[in-house]
């Protein structure tokens, strides 16, 4: 990793002089919620949305939040640009680019989609996406930039352009990243230098920014990890995803209770889960603490969970492409670069790959 200059933070707001200037690549669901607690002009902190199909709307009346915790209102951004060079002319500097995309690395780079809008060394970059791995392209892009992972468990969804409804919680935790396959092995970040300075960089920046969501923007239950531990909740959060949501889409199109009702796809969910509770411990170096739901508990909980549908099964029944990699193909990858074989999810990769492979192949009439 090349030397990282001594470059200063991000902006903090404190300076009258200098805004904080905050875009988010992508104004969906996830990306229009956060966004919409992290603009405080009278604090000088100005936060920007870049669009992309919904553009016209958000640019002539911003977007209509419908929130289960914050109510109805009206989110007026600082600007909100058609496409990633535009915002990169009309601001020479942005200090956070926070990327609320579907993570679609075999469907395109992100990581140079945002390249224009980076500042070597300075700007902090945020991923808010599901899955695992979802950092690497970007580390490997801006390898002296701090990054900040970032995984959220609410509920929210674009009813239509411009308006987003946000179903139930809010709980965003927040952790600097700095490699963390080098940090579990010994490597890059636990050997000082550059990787622990941009590993404090990036824990500041994480502080940074749970101030002014939790402060300012209402969300009580932001959290700051360090960065095995935002890993771990990572992990966590895929024993529902990786069970769940490829498993709706290959059973037919079922919902989540509709499946744990199911003694047959009910052991399966479990056993996908145990797979990775097991592996944990070998991928990460810590295995998962007393207090994260255990697959028992999980299955327990969503038997009440009437109705709700995964976002693949959404996305596979919308003909849209599903985040398959980050959820099934990085951890299987992972994993087996720590000696650890995940067969369950291989299968489920396999399958759920090959079927959305097959439709391709159909809509492009090479069937
Ligand atoms: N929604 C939830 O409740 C929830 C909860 C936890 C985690 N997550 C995770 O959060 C991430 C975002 O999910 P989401 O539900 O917010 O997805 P979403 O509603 O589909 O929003 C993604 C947005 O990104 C835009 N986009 C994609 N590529 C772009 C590009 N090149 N330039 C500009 N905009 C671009 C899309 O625009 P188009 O409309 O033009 O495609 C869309 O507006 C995912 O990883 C998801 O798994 C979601």
């Not at 109510?71 to 951004?77: C, E, S």
């Not at 239509?160 to 010994?186: E, I, K």
């Not at 509709?258 to 056993?271: C, I, N, S, T, Y």
């Not at 994260?292 to 596979?316: F, Q």
Request: neutral net charge; glycine residues 10%; charged residues 20%.
């Amino acid at each position: 990793m090349a030397p990282t200059p001594a470059a200063p933070k991000p902006g903090s707001g404190s300076d009258p002089e200098r805004p904080v200037h905050i875009v988010f690549v992508g104004a969906g669901a996830v990306g229009c919620f956060y966004a919409s607690r992290l603009h405080h002009p009278t604090h000088n902190i100005r936060t920007s949305l870049i669009a992309r199909s919904n553009y016209p709307t958000l640019a002539a009346h911003g977007v209509m939040l419908q929130t289960h915790s914050f109510g109805d209102y009206t989110f007026h951004p600082e600007a909100v640009y058609p496409s990633v060079p535009a915002a990169a002319t009309a601001v020479p500097e942005w200090d956070y680019v926070i990327v609320t995309t579907k993570a679609l690395p075999d469907r395109s780079d992100d990581a140079a989609l945002i390249a224009p809008l980076v500042t070597d060394g300075r700007t902090c970059l945020v991923l808010i996406q599901n899955g695992v791995g979802v950092e690497a392209p970007y580390r490997a892009r801006f390898p002296r930039n701090p990054i900040v992972s970032a995984v959220t468990v609410v509920s929210a969804e674009q009813v239509s352009h411009g308006v987003v409804r946000q179903n139930r919680w809010t709980r965003v935790s927040l952790g600097g990243y700095v490699d963390s396959a080098s940090l579990v092995s010994g490597g890059a970040a636990s050997a000082g230098g550059d990787g622990e300075e941009l590993g404090r960089r990036g824990a500041e920046c994480a502080a940074q920014l749970a101030d002014w969501w939790g402060r300012l923007g209402g969300i009580r239950d932001v959290e700051v990890k360090d960065e095995i531990d935002l890993q771990m909740v990572r992990w966590h959060k895929l024993c529902i995803n990786a069970a769940f949501n490829p498993s709706a889409v290959l059973s037919g199109g079922r919902g989540n209770a509709d499946m744990v009702r199911d003694a047959e796809l009910r052991a399966h969910l479990k056993g996908v889960m145990e797979e990775i509770w097991e592996a944990v411990p070998r991928v990460l170096g810590r295995g998962f603490g007393e207090g994260m739901a255990s697959p028992e508990r999980i299955l327990k909980s969503t038997e009440r969970n009437v109705g709700s549908k995964p976002s693949m099964l959404l996305d596979w029944e919308a003909g849209r492409p599903m985040e398959v990699e980050v959820i099934l193909g990085n951890p299987v990858r992972i994993a087996r670069g720590k000696g650890v074989e995940l067969p369950r999810m291989q299968s489920l990769y396999a399958l759920l790959r090959s079927m959305q492979e097959v439709r391709e192949r159909g809509r492009e009439g090479k069937l």
